[in-house]
């Protein structure tokens, strides 16, 4: 079992950008999501460790980057340009199996999340 811990969220104007971090997890392969109050949750972005593969939601595509640091044990989110419509808690989750990236049921291991906010 792995306990995953997020950091880097915060209050953001837009057009800025963030960095989040998924610590304990550069050996798992990582997605993220978001999750606005009443609303479902929804990928984000994910890195399959296996394949070096990653990918993104097309609401964030060419806006953020996820890395992974082996020496840190670290999986980042970079997030540019960041909207209102970012703002959410952003949740880093780990799979043990491969397979779907994009859909929350199939991961193993979730943070408790962190707060990002864009103000306009």
């Known amino acids: 079992q792995v306990r995953l811990l997020e950091s880097g969220g915060g209050l953001v104007q837009a057009g800025g950008s963030l960095r989040l971090s998924c610590a304990a997890a550069?050996?798992?392969?990582i997605g993220w999501f978001r999750q606005t109050p009443g609303k479902e949750r929804e990928f984000v972005a994910a890195?399959?460790?296996?394949?070096?593969?990653?990918y993104y939601a097309d609401s964030v595509k060419g806006r953020s980057t996820i890395s992974r640091d082996n020496a840190k044990n670290t999986v980042y989110l970079q997030m540019d340009s960041l909207k209102p419509e970012d703002t959410a808690v952003y949740y880093c989750?780990?799979?043990?199996?491969?397979?779907?990236?994009?859909?929350?049921?199939?991961?193993?291991?979730w943070g408790q999340g962190t707060q990002v906010t864009v103000s306009s």
């Open positions: 989750a780990a799979k043990i199996r491969m397979g779907s990236y994009s859909q929350p049921y199939t991961y193993d291991y």
């Open positions: 890195h399959n460790w296996s394949a070096g593969n990653t």
């Open positions: 550069s050996r798992y392969n």
